[in-house]
């Protein structure tokens, strides 16, 4: 899925720098999430406006994390396409 994930994000043009935007991720495969932590802002940013995008006939739900949603409206510092 994280491959599905980057190579898509790649081809909308929201990878911002080469190479893969992600840092780490952890995957709880029982509760059914995974935390994907990105190099950037933007290319977080870039992966939340991929939201229901279809995965094994599956609609993803892409959201910020708790913490996040606490700081409020995150604003990029570059264009995200």
């Known amino acids: 899925m994280i491959t599905f994930l980057i190579d898509t994000l790649t081809r909308a043009g929201g990878v911002m720098e080469p190479g893969s935007p992600v840092l780490k991720t952890f995957l ?30 599956v609609n993803l739900r892409i959201r910020w ?11 990029p510092r570059r264009p995200v396409p």
């Open 28 to 57: 709880n495969i029982e509760k059914r999430f995974v935390f994907i932590d990105f190099r950037s802002v933007e290319e977080a940013y870039a992966m939340i406006q991929l939201d229901g995008i279809r995965f094994n006939g």
């Open 65 to 75: 994390t708790d913490d996040y949603e606490k700081l409020g409206p995150i604003k």
